[in-house]
């Protein structure tokens, strides 16, 4: 069974503080990806990447950051949380061959006070 | 560029009764589709997908979709519904033009389902 794992289920932060999301994949996938899910909005990509140190913008990268520096790991970084920020983060992987099904995390729910 | 639009934000219904769940998409390409679910305080759950062949794709839990090209329609179906698939919905889809093709998601539908 694919596993994807993310560091915290709840997470509580001041507005300014650097955040670090971690998420951890173990079947090898080449694809990973960081979402952010708001009521009424469905899943936004914030980032993407499809190998180590490799990463695209999504729809909503501002505000974030992110890092692969290993294949299994990919960390999604807030340089200076703001209250807006207040999220569930979702991250998933996927394999690079053609059957584009994503695997997801059990998410991660931010709050920024 | 594709995008997914999910008609109903809840859809309530009682326990046996059938249910169906609308996705709509739009791409100017052939698409793959899925539908995923999330029970609460969850990630996503693969349901079923339609990558290509019948247009009529079984996923988990009794859960049926059909691809409906000219209706660029990919609606969800249960023939008879259980408390325990109270649960949202979220309709996606890819144009599938590389290995890394993001997926496009629905802003969901949310299922309740009551005795």
């Known amino acids: 069974d694919v596993k994807v794992t993310q560091s915290s289920r709840y997470l509580v932060k001041r507005t300014g503080e650097k955040v670090f999301l971690e998420c951890v994949q173990d079947?090898?996938?080449?694809?990973m990806f960081w979402y952010r899910q708001d009521p009424g909005l469905g899943l936004r990509l914030i980032y993407f990447?499809?190998?180590?140190?490799?990463?695209e913008k999504g729809d909503i990268p501002e505000g974030y950051s992110v890092s692969r520096e290993k294949k299994e790991r990919f960390s999604l970084i807030l340089e200076s949380a703001s209250t807006n920020q207040t999220s569930m983060y979702l991250c998933a992987s996927s394999p690079s061959d053609s059957s584009y099904e994503q695997y997801f995390g059990p998410g991660t729910r931010l709050t920024v006070t | 560029a594709q995008s997914v639009t999910q008609l109903d934000s809840q859809v309530p219904v009682f326990e046996e009764a059938p249910v169906e769940l609308r996705c709509n998409y739009s791409s100017s390409v052939s698409v793959y589709l899925f539908w995923y679910v999330q029970y609460p305080n969850q990630g996503l759950q693969l349901l079923l997908k339609y990558l290509s062949g019948s247009t009529l794709v079984k996923g988990i839990n009794g859960f049926e979709a059909e691809f409906n090209k000219s209706q660029t329609s990919f609606h969800l179906r249960k023939p008879s519904v259980h408390i325990s698939d109270t649960a949202e919905y979220f309709c996606?889809?890819?144009?599938?033009?590389?290995?890394?093709?993001?997926?496009?998601f629905g802003k969901g539908t949310m299922l309740l389902v009551s005795p």
């Open positions: 990447s499809y190998d180590v140190k490799m990463k």
């Open positions: 079947m090898d996938h080449e694809n």
């Open positions: 996606a889809v890819t144009e599938g033009n590389s290995g890394y093709s993001t997926l496009t």
